[in-house]
């Protein structure tokens, strides 16, 4: 049974797809990972680094809830009160709305 071309061709895009989005999700877990330990903090993300590829693509709600003292159900509260969506990506937020969130973030903690 012989295999077409089109098929060889469909699952090497298939794998290289795969292996992109893995690295894609490795490098978010290592944002995490810096905003949790506090070399980023939520201006870096919001602001500096937002249009780097895996900052961008970070949920909203993920960021906050790593950074110290917030926690799940004050990154959600806060996030509410500016009528943010929990399925929003920081890519997707607007300039006005990054900035609220700064001023409410800071004057929350």
């Known amino acids: 049974m012989a295999t077409s071309y089109l098929s060889e061709s469909v699952e090497v895009d298939r794998k290289s797809a795969i292996a992109g989005a893995y690295s894609l999700r490795i490098e978010m877990s290592r944002v995490l990972l810096e905003i949790a330990s506090g070399k980023l903090d939520l201006h870096d993300v919001l602001i500096k680094n937002a249009d780097h590829a895996p900052t961008k693509h970070l949920y909203l709600v ?11 159900v004050k990154a959600r509260r806060l996030m509410a009160e500016l009528e943010i969506t929990e399925k929003r990506r920081i890519e997707s937020l607007s300039a006005i709305e990054r900035q609220a969130l700064l001023d409410k973030f800071e004057a929350a903690i």
Do not use: P
């Open 62 to 72: 993920k960021a906050l809830e790593v950074i110290g003292n917030v926690g799940k």
